[in-house]
Structures are given as structure tokens and as C-alpha cells.
């Protein structure tokens, strides 16, 4: 047999079993929060804060949990489209995309990118601190806007740089600036792809627990200011995991489930306004 047609072949299995193995490793995991979660689960876990004596296996649920980490991750979501947009347009309409400070801000996003959460949460709380603030619905925006931002930043820029050259050019030539290039036809042209970076930064920012363990705190009941601690999915499965009964271990993968599912359907709702903004794309 032919060498190319070996190597081809090693290839081809290689990336078969990557292929495999992924799928498993999801199927996995989904399937072991779903048998262990759905016995748990019930309208009380949706409707409910957790009422006295829920860790010790009493009634309640997590509707805190759920309302916090919409909070924290909303907020957070948003507050990092508010930087990363205008920075990412401002790199790929106002400096030339080979620029030094181009290059130099893509590399720090992809270093930031690569740093642990947990540091994003000492750091976070360390502006608390310096703020006067105390674990917070606010503490944990600024936490998860900091975690959030270099994924959202570096989704939208590799977005932006596939715009062709010519589009820019034809923008110029029908005597548009250079915002009104930006807002109205590349961000137009690339709708789709910031979508799914604002969201896949909330998806990854909502199932985070170490950068908010210590800058939202953590409460049993629902939060009604940006300055009152707020409790999260993350941190309400870790603490159901750390409690002797089982009935209310059995609740952390049901609260578990809950997470997945939220994520699930973010991931779905991406994949849905992609395509009905795919429309807006000059082919």
C-alpha cells in the first residue's frame, strides 16, 4: 500500500477516535447528571429559595441560585460587550490589523484567556477591597466581566479579520467614515459571529464558580440590590456535594441539571440566531 495512503489512513483514525471519544466523554457526563439529578428533581427546586434547615436535607430549592446567576452572569455579559465591541472594532477599523499595538493587544487577550479563574476572583476581590465593596452581586459582575472579556474580545476579533479588505473598501468609497463602516456594515456583516461570542462568554461565564466564590458570597434569598451577595448555581453544587446527607447531595445534581440545561439552551438559541441573522451576510 501506498505510504500517503497509510499516513492518510493513521490520520483518519486518529481524528475518528478524537471524534468518539468527545461524544462519549459529553454523553457521559449528561447522562450521569441526568439519572442522578431527575429522582431529585421537582417544581420545588424551580420555585423555591432554600427554606431552614435545606442543607441538612429539609425543604426548598434553588430559585436563588438560579435568579443570582442570571444576575451575575447578565451583568457580567454585558458589561464585557460594552469593552470588547468598541475595542475589538477599534482594532480592525482605526489600526492597521498588523499594527504593534494590534498584535501586542490580541497576544495579552490570548495570555488573559489562558489564566485561571480563581486568579480573576482574588483579583476581583482585591478591587473590591480597594473599593470599599463587600461580596456582591456587583463584586461578581466585575469578576465575571473580567474572566469573560478576553473570550468574548478574541470570538469577535477572529470574526471581524475574516471581513474581506474589499468590504471596507467599498464602504471608504461610497464616502462612509469610519464609524459609520464599523457600526453599520461590519458589525451588520458580522451579527451573527458576535452573537455567538456574547454568548458562549455567558455560557462559560455562568458555569463558573472560582471567580465568584469570593466576590458574590452567597444568600438563600433572591438579591433585590447590586450591593447584596447573591448565591449561584456553582456554589450552591458545591456546597449540596459538601453535606453529609445524601438526599442533599442527590439535589446538587438535580441543581446540576438545572445548570445544564441552562447551558443547553444557550448553546441552542446560538445556534437559532445565527442562522436568522446569516441573512444580513454579504455572500
Do not use: C
Not at 69 to 91: D, K, N, Q, R, W
Not at 121 to 142: E, H, K, P, W
Amino acid at each position: 500500500m501506498d505510504k500517503r495512503k497509510i499516513e492518510e489512513n493513521i490520520f483518519k483514525g486518529l481524528m475518528i477516535a478524537s471524534t468518539v471519544m468527545i461524544l462519549s466523554s459529553l454523553a457521559l457526563i449528561i447522562g450521569t447528571v441526568i439519572m442522578k439529578g431527575l429522582p431529585a428533581m421537582s417544581m420545588s427546586m424551580i420555585t423555591q429559595t432554600p427554606k431552614g434547615g435545606y442543607y441538612l436535607g429539609k425543604e426548598g430549592g434553588v430559585l436563588n441560585a438560579i435568579v443570582g446567576s442570571l444576575y451575575v452572569a447578565g451583568g457580567g455579559t454585558l458589561l464585557s460587550l460594552l469593552i470588547s465591541l468598541p475595542m475589538v472594532l477599534f482594532l480592525n477599523v482605526y489600526v492597521k490589523r498588523t499594527s504593534l499595538l494590534a498584535v501586542f493587544t490580541r497576544f495579552s487577550l490570548d495570555v488573559l484567556w489562558g489564566v485561571p479563574s480563581i486568579v480573576y476572583g482574588a483579583f476581583g476581590f482585591s478591587i473590591m477591597l480597594y473599593l470599599g465593596l463587600r461580596a456582591s452581586v456587583l463584586g461578581g459582575i466585575i469578576a465575571l466581566s473580567l474572566l469573560m472579556l478576553p473570550i468574548m474580545s478574541r470570538a469577535m476579533d477572529e470574526v471581524i479579520r475574516m471581513v474581506p479588505q474589499e468590504l471596507f473598501d467599498a464602504s471608504y468609497a461610497l464616502g462612509a467614515t469610519k464609524l459609520e463602516t464599523a457600526v453599520k456594515v461590519i458589525v451588520r456583516q458580522t451579527l451573527p459571529g458576535i452573537l455567538t461570542a456574547v454568548l458562549i462568554a455567558f455560557g462559560r461565564g455562568i458555569g463558573d464558580a472560582a471567580s465568584v466564590i469570593f466576590t458574590t458570597g452567597f444568600t438563600d434569598h433572591i438579591p433585590t440590590s447590586l450591593f447584596q451577595p447573591a448565591a449561584t448555581l456553582p456554589l450552591a453544587i458545591f456546597f449540596q456535594l459538601g453535606t453529609p446527607f445524601p438526599e442533599v447531595q442527590e439535589r446538587a445534581y438535580a441543581s446540576a441539571l438545572i445548570l445544564t440545561v441552562i447551558i443547553l439552551a444557550v448553546s441552542v438559541a446560538s445556534r437559532i440566531l445565527t442562522k436568522r441573522f446569516t441573512r444580513n451576510i454579504v455572500k
